[in-house]
């Protein structure tokens, strides 16, 4: 099963989850930092301030990456680490950090794939209201504007968001990320702001980026079934579609948010904060669409739940260690329909993998055969859209090595390659080794 000749092979990883240094070199605070730091919010109290150690240990992850024969490398800047307070000064040695890890990279010929925002928001804006605040969206295309600057000759490939959908609603309705809110009306705000400074930094991408640059976003979607043909269920379905998927989708693609939506989420109160012109900013043209795929979303109407994750529905297939039902077979549909129903745009997946209780035995070694299994099945799904003529061009594992998994601290293992926090010690998975083979091969 052979990929296309110019298939890009990469790992993916985000800044707050391995690089720990969480004060080296005058980085800022940011609601992760906070939000980790508050009693309950995080499994046994655990935080990024050690995290993989990346920030002075990077010379020998990179070393190992191109080991592997890996093609491309999916990181995140850390604001607080460039703007500290979030706006202002630069921090010079925060830009060095990064500078040096792209020199790196160019010497291993490893393309980077760089994600401005993946969550790490500076707690200084976030004392003016975060998300919630207009003024963010701003702050956050002068952040973009000062990276391209800096390093728009280098990086091939750029995110502006990582999963929006998570930073709103994980973030501002159920409270289980930073920072933490639980207030429904506001979720649907954040969400319109991370869009609207998605835009913007967009625009700032035209306005200074070379032309031979591409600028996108990355959403987190599922490809949605209803639990039954009842009509309560596929109404449910469809409702669930629209807050995973066609809420970002709709505004970046079609330039309207789904009429749907609107008129749902106006129960809670007007939506009076999206402004006239700030679709067409949402809408402005991108270069490709990056999409997570972890798995499936199967809905049934249940009164409890009103539009979050609809629960009631019993997982059918087997599990990953976060719980989550193992369909890679649904990748196809997902890909499929969003060119069927947003268009024929390059696609990558910028994130799928697996977390498994993974042991190092007796020889030293870590069997993670389930996270092969897993990944071939994804890997073939992607292969059969591509052959549905969908123009996806990479896949970007998640995650290159185990890190801090967010509200779960270090509990679930994502890696390709395991990390033993004590001595921070880096041994390779079985799986890392099969991943080299079908880089190699080009395929399975
Ligand atoms: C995604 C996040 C990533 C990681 C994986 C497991 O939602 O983007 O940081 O936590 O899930």
Redesign the pocket.
Known sequence: MQFPGDFVWGVAT?AY?IEGAAKADGRGESIWDRFSYTPGKVVNGENGDAACDHYHRYEEDLRLMASLGIRSYRFSFAWPRIFPDGTGQVNSKGMDFYRRLIEQLALYGIKPAATLY??DLPQTLQDKGGWLNRDTAYQFADYAEALYREFGSEIPLWITH??PW?AAFLGHATGDHAPGLKDKPASVKASHHLLLSHGLAVQAFRAVAPASARVGITL?LAPVYAASESEADQAAARRQDGFQNRWFLDPLYRGAYPADMVAYYSQWGPLDYIQPGDLEVIAAPTDFLGV?Y?SRSVVKDTPASEYLQLDGVPPTAPLTD?GWEITPECLTDLLVRVKKDYGDFPIYIT?N?A?FPDKVNDSGEIDDSPRIAFLRGHFKSALKAIELGVRLKGYYV??FMDNF??AHGYTKR?GLVYVDYATQRRIPKKSALWYRDVIARNGL
Do not use: I, K, L, T
């Open positions: 985000s989850q993946h969550w990582n999963e998570c987190n997570n972890y976060m994130e993998g977390a998640w995650s998994e967010w994502f």
